[in-house]
């Protein structure tokens, strides 16, 4: 059983198609399919987002999501005040709308 986080109640869901990610001052817009989460989708298109457990326990790659809705399987790592930042675990955190806007500088 997981948790579902959404930047905004007026997101459609919708088959993922990308992410995109704001890491060290810059965009990069990467696909990003089915449960795959948006931690791997970084790596495979060859960025280097922040990570240690990749377990959902240390908190290392946690990012906001301004825009989109995903899903964490765990998430021992956040805090109330997390959820209420709308910060996410990228390492754990799938897409649940077609789209997503994530960024690591903000955390
Ligand atoms: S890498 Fe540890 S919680 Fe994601």
């Not at 795959?36 to 060859?46: D, G, H, L, V, Y």
Request: net charge negative; charged share 25%; glycine share 8%.
């Amino acid at each position: 059983m997981g948790v579902k986080i959404a930047s905004s109640d007026s997101i459609e869901n919708g088959v993922p198609e990308s992410v995109t990610i704001r890491i060290n001052g810059q965009e990069h817009q990467v696909p990003c399919v089915e449960g795959q989460t948006i931690f791997n989708a970084a790596m495979r298109s060859k960025l280097e987002p922040p990570a240690s457990c990749v377990g959902g326990v240390c908190g290392t790659c946690m990012a906001k999501l301004v825009e989109g809705r995903v899903e964490m399987e765990n998430f021992d790592a956040m805090h109330d005040e997390d959820f209420k930042r709308k910060h996410v675990l990228t390492c754990q955190a799938v897409l649940l709308s077609k789209t997503a806007v994530v960024d690591y500088d903000a955390c």
